[in-house]
């Protein structure tokens, strides 16, 4: 089934009905930008904005979504397609000031102290130049990497060991966040051990058909950043 094509309230009915490890991964690749600016702008009014602290935090939305049969989605009643996408929104925004909150708590007085709700504090604008040969570079990688995963994934399991492949690599989730996916079924150790394998896999292939790597060459680890493509 093509669940791109699915409405957001028709996609999440998917993903809680049938498990599909396809209709998760349409409902990562679809909300991933969405949790992700939420996480950042939420941080930076705590002025905590370190990769570290947003990929956390990013992988701590997908697992509160999952926890407990997914619970929180399954409560969720929809008054029309894409009111989702608020309700997302909230419980992430909701979820990272927890988070501050419990941390200043401990503190006790320290000296976090959350900004106004109006200071987005975007990042700093890029070179056009420079994030267009990047994202040129990254696209690339991702074909050789494509390439290379046609053989190395075999079996009944193939699709779900690709799946957690893309997961890991190009929407940044941990192997924990991974595991915790009902669409998976492996423990944390099984999704590293399905990661190690592949990833071990492509990085030979990768160095027989280059013979070299050129200064400053990307790996397969390269493009691990968090984002979606």
């Given at each position: 089934?093509?669940?791109?094509?699915?409405?957001?309230?028709?996609?999440?009915?998917?993903?809680?009905?049938?498990?599909?490890?396809?209709?998760?991964?349409?409902?990562?690749?679809?909300?991933?930008?969405?949790?992700?600016?939420?996480?950042?702008?939420?941080?930076?009014?705590?002025?905590?904005?370190?990769?570290?602290?947003?990929?956390?935090?990013?992988?701590?939305t997908?697992?509160?979504?999952?926890?407990?049969n997914?619970?929180?989605?399954?409560?969720f009643?929809?008054?029309?397609?894409?009111?989702?996408?608020?309700?997302?929104?909230?419980?992430?925004?909701?979820?990272?000031?927890?988070?501050?909150?419990?941390?200043?708590?401990?503190?006790?007085?320290?000296?976090?102290?959350?900004a106004?709700?109006?200071?987005?504090?975007?990042?700093?604008?890029?070179?056009?130049?420079?994030?267009?040969?990047?994202?040129?570079?990254?696209?690339?990688?991702?074909?050789?990497?494509?390439?290379?995963?046609?053989?190395a994934?075999?079996?009944?399991?193939?699709?779900?060991?690709?799946?957690?492949?893309?997961?890991?690599?190009?929407?940044?989730?941990?192997?924990?966040?991974?595991?915790?996916?009902?669409?998976?079924?492996?423990?944390?150790k099984?999704?590293?051990?399905?990661?190690?394998?592949?990833?071990?896999?492509?990085?030979?292939?990768?160095?027989?058909?280059?013979?070299?790597?050129?200064?400053?060459?990307?790996?397969?680890?390269?493009?691990?950043?968090?984002?979606s493509?």
């Amino acid at each position: 089934m093509d669940y791109t094509t699915l409405p957001s309230r028709g996609l999440v009915i998917a993903c809680l009905d049938t498990g599909d490890a396809l209709a998760w991964q349409e409902f990562i690749r679809r909300f991933q930008k969405l949790i992700a600016t939420v996480v950042f702008r939420t941080c930076a009014r705590w002025g905590q904005t370190t990769p570290q602290v947003v990929d956390e935090l990013v992988q701590e939305t997908y697992l509160k979504l999952c926890s407990d049969n997914c619970r929180l989605l399954r409560s969720f009643q929809s008054s029309h397609d894409d009111a989702v996408f608020g309700y997302i929104k909230v419980l992430t925004a909701n979820l990272v000031h927890d988070h501050f909150k419990a941390a200043h708590a401990e503190k006790r007085g320290g000296s976090m102290v959350a900004a106004s709700v109006s200071d987005e504090s975007p990042l700093p604008p890029a070179s056009p130049h420079c994030e267009a040969s990047a994202e040129i570079e990254k696209k690339v990688l991702i074909r050789e990497i494509a390439v290379c995963l046609q053989g190395a994934a075999e079996g009944p399991n193939s699709k779900r060991d690709l799946y957690i492949f893309w997961l890991y690599y190009r929407s940044g989730m941990t192997a924990s966040a991974i595991a915790s996916l009902p669409a998976v079924g492996l423990s944390t150790k099984g999704v590293e051990t399905t990661i190690l394998r592949l990833t071990r896999i492509v990085r030979q292939q990768l160095n027989r058909e280059r013979k070299y790597e050129e200064p400053g060459s990307k790996s397969v680890e390269g493009f691990r950043s968090g984002d979606s493509f």
